[in-house]
T-cell receptor, first 114, second 111 residues
Framework: EPEVTQTPSHQVTQMGQEVILRCVPI?????FYWYRQILGQKVEFLVS????????KSEIFDDQFSVERPDGSNFTLKIRSTKLEDSAMYFC????????????FGPGTRLLVL | QKEVEQDPGPLSVPEGAIVSLNCTYS??????FMWYRQYSRKGPELLMY????GNKEDGRFTAQVDKSSKYISLFIRDSQPSDSATYLC???????????FGAGTRLTVKP
């Protein structure tokens, strides 16, 4: 069964450093998403991406964050100048159509900012 | 009032029990309601997807939505140890915009 994959599974970084989280969506999917889940808190929507541009973003997704589809298979989330409060699990998701019903989530990347 | 409220549990039941999981919400514009299951170290997996009020059944799982009370439920019949996971409710105003998640309820089904 096709699945969304994410790398790395865990990342530790120093405050102020830049990190890039990588996702490989399901191959025929056209819509891509990032979510985050701070430990013990709710899953929160960050951004959705379609046709090489952001289609929707939350108030969390400020200038510190950016997304990119650098080639035909990867979808990345870049966090510039990480802060302690960026420590969280980051989930990538993809869908064939722009509906929640068809979204598949990856296993997540656990980011720890020290 | 928080937009979506869900009791985090933990909830522990014996194998074979009927499990009831619930969420309440404050935004009357929500029309799409989802239940996700999340195993440890995995991403959320969609279990049930419903639109507006009513019931939806899929095998041992039944989702109920009561928009008048702003209350949704997930029932699991004949619960199995493999059902042990965290269950997240989520909802949205349209079927293609961002979802609001509950905190998740951790369920353990004991053999």
């Amino acid at each position: 069964e096709p699945e969304v994959t994410q790398t790395p599974s865990h990342q530790v970084t120093q405050m102020g450093q830049e990190v890039i989280l990588r996702c490989v969506p399901i191959s025929n999917h056209l819509y891509f998403y990032w979510y985050r889940q701070i430990l013990g808190q709710k899953v929160e929507f960050l951004v959705s991406f379609y046709n090489n541009e952001i289609s929707e973003k939350s108030e969390i997704f400020d200038d510190q964050f950016s997304v990119e589809r650098p080639d035909g298979s990867n979808f990345t989330l870049k966090i510039r100048s990480t802060k302690l409060e960026d420590s969280a699990m980051y989930f990538c998701a993809s869908s064939e159509w722009a509906t929640q019903e068809t979204q598949y989530f990856g296993p997540g990347t656990r980011l720890l900012v020290l | 009032q928080k937009e979506v409220e869900q009791d985090p549990g933990p909830l522990s039941v014996p194998e074979g029990a009927i499990v009831s999981l619930n969420c309440t919400y404050s935004n009357s514009a929500f029309q799409y309601f989802m239940w996700y299951r999340q195993y440890s170290r995995k991403g959320p997996e969609l279990l049930m997807y419903t639109y507006s009020s009513g019931n939806k059944e899929d095998g041992r799982f039944t989702a109920q939505v009561d928009k008048s009370s702003k209350y949704i439920s997930l029932f699991i019949r004949d619960s199995q140890p493999s059902d042990s996971a965290t269950y997240l409710c989520a909802m949205s105003e349209s079927n293609n915009n961002d979802m609001r998640f509950g905190a998740g309820t951790r369920l353990t089904v004991k053999p």
